[in-house]
């Protein structure tokens, strides 16, 4: 990877080659070649310049990929030399820049030289988040696992992308509104869900994004949890410092204590405040996911308090 700043005298730009896979662009035709055709197809694009030693070994490579596609994706050339206009608004700093984009955003991409590996498998999580449902599904499958690693800012712009082609994606819709919430900012979060389409707006994603909202509003003023374990030991049957405390143990990311919390609430008064031990369990249930370990025990135990 070479940092930009100084460099040495740039030949004429390269020819591109590929047919209608892989071209070059330019500062004018980058909106055309890039944002716009990307809303059909995925596109690639390889920001380079012929001093650049690193470039010359991976474009080939990236090429190579692209065609393999089979038109699945395309990839465009920018060299940066002579189209510093798009390259400053990319905020390239150094090269190889490769960027993938798909509903007229960047969704994915990587600086420096990449083994062949990484670089076909980067073409084809491009190719599938335009391949139709079965890809676009991969592609939720990976925005989620992104976000669950923490990456709220990458998942999103990969949800983003996928409602630009799909606006009724509850999966896509969900999603973003919990990289939202990821990131604090439940307002919009809010506001992303508000518009969902009325035929989607039971679908499980949506309701799991809604209670994840609506437990972090609880969430936002719990009080100490060393001040609720105090009250609680002075008091075993201060069913309010129990709850209060499962809010303050997810607050605090410990999402074991608070089920363990309310399942034990509703073990002493299953009826207390209309239930509300039962009532915030299932939020938290929506919230984990159907498929989390969480959810699976902590239903499979509320259900056997409920029938005991």
Same mark, same amino acid.
């Given at each position: 990877?070479?940092?930009? *700043?100084?460099?040495?005298?740039? &030949? ?6 590929? *047919? ?29 310049? /012929? ?15 692209? +065609?393999?596609?089979? *038109?699945?994706? +395309?990839?465009?050339? %920018? ?18 820049? %490769?960027? !993938?984009?798909? *509903? ?28 139709? !449902? ?14 669950? +690693?923490?990456? @709220?800012?990458?998942?999103?712009? %990969? ?6 082609? $799909? ?28 518009? @969902? &389409? ?5 679908? &499980? ?17 719990? !009080?100490?949890? @060393?001040?609720?374990? @105090? ?20 607050? !605090? ?36 996911? /159907?498929? $989390? ?16």
């Amino acid at each position: 990877m070479i940092e930009l *700043g100084s460099s040495p005298a740039a &030949p004429a730009a390269r020819a591109g080659n590929g *047919g209608d896979l892989v071209k070059d662009a330019t500062d004018a035709t980058f909106t055309a070649d890039v944002i716009e055709a990307s809303r059909e197809t995925p596109v690639i694009v390889d920001f380079w310049a /012929p001093w650049c030693g690193p470039c010359k070994q991976l474009t080939p490579v990236l090429e190579e990929a692209v +065609k393999a596609a089979k *038109g699945a994706v +395309k990839m465009v050339k %920018v060299d940066i030399d002579q189209n510093q206009q798009v390259a400053a608004q990319m905020r390239v700093q150094s090269i190889p820049a %490769v960027f !993938g984009f798909f *509903g007229g955003q960047p969704v994915d991409g990587f600086m420096g030289a990449q083994p062949a590996s990484e670089i076909k498998a980067f073409v084809k999580r491009l190719a599938d988040m335009g391949g139709g !449902g079965d890809g676009l599904d991969e592609a939720l499958t990976q925005a989620e696992e992104i976000l669950d +690693k923490g990456a @709220a800012a990458d998942a999103a712009q %990969v949800f983003a992308a996928v409602l630009a082609e $799909d606006a009724a994606n509850a999966r896509a819709l969900g999603g973003l509104a919990r990289a939202e919430l990821a990131v604090g900012d439940i307002a919009r979060a809010r506001q992303t869900l508000d518009m @969902a &389409p009325p035929e989607i707006a039971a679908d &499980p994603a949506i309701a799991a994004a809604r209670s994840a909202i609506e437990l972090a509003e609880q969430t936002q003023d719990t !009080g100490e949890e @060393a001040d609720l374990k @105090a009250r609680l030991e002075a008091n075993p049957d201060d069913h309010q410092a129990r709850y209060d405390l499962a809010l303050a143990l997810l607050a !605090g990311k410990d999402r074991e204590g608070a089920v363990e919390t309310l399942l034990e609430l509703f073990r002493r008064d299953a009826e207390w405040n209309d239930g509300a031990a039962k009532e915030q369990m299932f939020k938290l249930f929506d919230s984990f996911g /159907p498929k $989390d370990p969480l959810t699976l025990t902590g239903r499979r135990r509320l259900s056997s308090m409920i029938f005991a």
